[in-house]
């Protein structure tokens, strides 16, 4: 198809569930963190909506991948049932079996039989000092008496907690439903309540550039700025809708062997993924060669997720920002279509980091080598702006031509990098042309023991286990204490603790590192 035609190894925008491509935006993790909140909440409904598209069965894998094993979980994904198919489905889901030895006839079982069997599951589990949780799946579907059997199931508490979690994910016309009158006592036991939008533009350029960067693109990004743009406008900012039009838009210009998707393309793309939305006709557009390339189909791939990722969109304006030192004179200001200038050569690069942290020169040019050299580690590897950000430190960018420069500040609207013709202070949108999101940083390794290090930071900052997870094993202690880390940084979710989560940990902790100088 058009993957090598671009420079990628695989298609960016199928819509497929590929777990190399999951992309949460602040929105997600904020969902995602009213979720786990939830399941430590006591009891009672959690509610998660959203419009068609917008991420919802993305935010809920994530968080059921985070459940902890001391919690048994069911999920109920038809909303189509009677009230008895209701509770036959949940206590199947939990394995619960329901006892007819007092009916007439054999199962079917009754209503009564059912809740019997399920009241009397989440005892034991209670006593074992399990959790239950329920996910209810398309649940604007549920009939209004469904969602009040629903509430009577969480009737079941002890002195300290309802015995019942239930997750309620739906689109906007579940928030509509629980505001009926009928349903009010329901919606006061809502311990928490998120709802999905759509993406910004800076977050809908984010979500293109990341999916690229997964798909293994290494040169210039083949979306113009207008496309990006266009991009936002006719998706909505939805990403299933990104996916479509981008997909789409990347054929056409395959289509007319052009490299780069521009604005008009966008809307020739839109005009026909989106056709009927609005009444409109398909447009004539297409090459006869490009039709017969649309037969042409990916296979999918279970969900999940992989660190990686490129840039947010850039800003228009430039800010002024203190290069190294302090003095704002020194910084040589770039026009937004100049580029920055690299070191001469690696060990150049390899002495500025050095000099970064207030380290002595070594022999060593090899950026990682000399990072050893001073008991240091080093990490290659990618990140998006908002990361970059995050990450807060002084650290070496790989340009797209393999230069280096030395980050020294980083503002809203500028960047001051250091190189071959000193501190230099340009606009983001030049350091997002000419940085293809690859970095080369240090920290300081954990001393010791690096497993009880992080355990032991980690349990300073979040404070002690609940009761049920106290009874898991360590290493899903830690895992799950990982993921919750990695979830408030806005860092890649995988509950493992490499080298961005070490990172941001020291950051954390206090430990000493130098930072970025202050924007003036």
């Not at 979720?35 to 998660?48: A, D, K």
């Not at 629980?178 to 800076?202: G, K, S, T």
């Not at 993921?483 to 430990?511: E, H, I």
Request: glycine share 10%.
């Amino acid at each position: 198809m058009y993957a090598a035609f671009f420079g990628l190894q695989r298609e960016a925008f199928s819509i497929a569930p590929d777990p190399r491509f999951l992309h949460l935006s602040e929105g997600h993790r904020e969902a995602l963190a009213h979720l786990l909140y939830g399941l430590q909440g006591g009891g009672g409904f959690v509610l998660l909506t959203g419009g068609v598209g917008t991420g919802k069965t993305t935010v809920c894998r994530c968080f059921l991948e985070q459940v902890p094993e001391g919690c048994r979980v069911a999920y109920l994904y038809n909303p189509l049932l009677t009230p008895l198919e209701l509770l036959q489905t949940v206590c199947e889901e939990f394995g619960v079996g329901v006892d007819t030895s007092s009916l007439d006839s054999e199962p079917p079982a009754s209503t009564k039989a059912c809740v019997d069997a399920l009241n009397r599951f989440l005892l034991d589990c209670h006593a074992r000092g399990e959790q239950c949780l329920l996910v209810v799946d398309e649940a604007q579907g549920l009939a209004p008496e469904l969602l009040e059997l629903l509430r009577l199931l969480t009737n079941l508490e002890t002195a300290e907690r309802k015995l019942l979690q239930i997750v309620l994910i739906g689109q906007p016309e579940l928030r509509a439903l629980l505001a009926r009158p009928d349903l009010e006592q329901l919606a006061q036991r809502v311990i928490a309540r998120v709802h999905l939008e759509p993406l910004d533009a800076a977050g809908t350029a984010d979500y293109v550039r990341h999916r690229l960067g997964v798909a293994g693109l290494q040169g210039p990004l083949p979306f113009s700025e207008g496309a990006l743009q266009a991009i936002h406008r006719r998706s909505g900012g939805v990403p299933r809708r990104i996916n479509l039009l981008c997909q789409r838009a990347l054929l056409g210009a395959y289509g007319r062997g052009l490299r780069t998707v521009d604005a008009a393309t966008v809307r020739q793309a839109a005009r026909e993924v989106f056709e009927g939305e609005h009444g409109g006709r398909r447009p004539p557009w297409r090459l006869p060669a490009l039709a017969a390339l649309l037969v042409a189909g990916a296979g999918a791939a279970w969900w999940g997720w992989r660190d990686a990722g490129q840039g947010t969109a850039p800003a228009a304006a430039v800010a002024s920002i203190a290069p190294a030192g302090g003095a704002a004179s020194a910084a040589r200001t770039l026009a937004a279509g100049e580029a920055p200038a690299p070191f001469a050569e690696e060990g150049a690069a390899s002495a500025a980091l050095a000099a970064a942290w207030d380290l002595e020169a070594t022999g060593e040019r090899d950026p990682c080598r000399r990072a050893r050299a001073h008991g240091l580690a080093c990490w290659e590897g990618s990140v998006d702006l908002a990361l970059l950000r995050r990450l807060d430190r002084p650290l070496l960018l790989v340009l797209q031509d393999g230069g280096l420069v030395l980050l020294r500040a980083l503002g809203e609207d500028a960047a001051v990098v250091e190189g071959a013709q000193g501190p230099q202070q340009l606009p983001l949108s030049s350091l997002q042309s000419h940085w293809r999101g690859k970095l080369i940083a240090w920290w300081r390794p954990p001393p010791g023991d690096e497993r009880e290090w992080i355990l032991g930071r980690l349990l300073a900052l979040q404070g002690p286990e609940t009761a049920v997870g106290a009874r898991a094993p360590q290493d899903e202690i830690l895992r799950r204490r990982v993921f919750a880390f990695q979830l408030g940084q806005g860092l890649p979710l995988d509950g493992l603790a490499g080298p961005l989560t070490l990172m941001q940990l020291n950051r954390a902790s206090g430990v000493a590192e130098p930072r970025l100088d202050p924007p003036s």
